[in-house]
């Protein structure tokens, strides 16, 4: 795989119109009706299933992980996370993978979890893949005896402050400079993501198990 230059802007998100690479400074967030026969809203494929990923889902893990965020040890809530060795989910639509969702059980705290990696490939943007994953891992989590999900993300990702928080994460901590910190180690210092907004800081939300997921209006956003 050829060596991306330093600044480069990967397209996280894919347009859920036409499907082509969103450059994170090309993004913007709109409001479609709730019908899916609006253009701004595709109608979802199934059968859907979301399982463990094994060691053959692992090299496609790999792969999303250098697509997205540019490595496959991600630096976050301070620590370093190999996806080599993270265990997975995998949400696949009609036998195709779609989604991975990485965690780490009894972190930080006994009684909590983390998400690590969040990706959902480009063509099933928009569809349900994301909240599927995360709801399969809090049913993974409860009979655990897991009371607490963690997930951070960064400060120019708006659609993703936006969608967690739609999921009932609320912000629980700032870090500034963490994430231009984990940037650099790879030679992205001085990164732009979403609308152009310099990646700087990390921010970690946290959700309750014990709470409610809010009501999501029928044909509302589905990252």
């Known amino acids: 795989m050829p060596e991306e230059k330093p600044g480069t802007v990967r397209p996280v998100y894919h347009c859920t119109v036409c499907g082509r690479p969103l450059p994170w400074d090309g993004g913007r967030l709109r409001l479609v009706c709730d019908s899916v026969a609006c253009h701004g809203e595709r109608p979802r494929p199934a059968p859907i299933q979301v399982r463990e990923g094994d060691e053959h889902d692992r090299v496609a893990l790999l792969s999303a992980g250098r697509s997205?965020?540019?490595?496959?040890?991600?630096?976050?809530?301070?620590?370093?996370?190999?996806?080599?060795?993270?265990?997975?989910?995998?949400?696949?639509?009609?036998?195709?993978?779609?989604?991975?969702?990485?965690?780490?059980?009894?972190?930080?705290?006994?009684?909590?979890?983390?998400?690590?990696?969040?990706?959902?490939?480009?063509?099933?943007?928009?569809?349900?893949?994301?909240?599927?994953?995360?709801?399969?891992?809090?049913?993974?989590?409860?009979?655990?005896?897991?009371?607490?999900?963690?997930?951070?993300?960064?400060?120019?990702?708006i659609p993703g402050l936006y969608f967690y928080q739609r999921l009932g994460y609320r912000m629980a901590a700032l870090r500034p400079g963490a994430a231009v910190a984990a940037l650099e180690e790879h030679g992205e210092g001085g990164l732009r993501g979403f609308g152009g907004i310099p990646v700087a800081d990390e921010i970690e939300l946290v959700k309750e198990l014990s709470r409610t997921m809010p009501e999501t209006p029928a044909g509302g956003p589905r990252p």
Do not use: M
């Open 68 to 157: 997205f965020f540019g490595s496959t040890q991600l630096r976050v809530f301070g620590e370093v996370f190999p996806l080599a060795k993270s265990p997975f989910l995998v949400l696949e639509f009609s036998g195709r993978r779609a989604g991975f969702l990485s965690y780490a059980l009894n972190f930080p705290e006994e009684d909590a979890a983390a998400v690590v990696l969040l990706a959902v490939l480009p063509g099933y943007q928009g569809r349900g893949v994301g909240r599927a994953l995360q709801g399969a891992l809090e049913a993974l989590c409860r009979p655990r005896g897991i009371q607490r999900l963690h997930i951070a993300t960064t400060n120019d990702n």
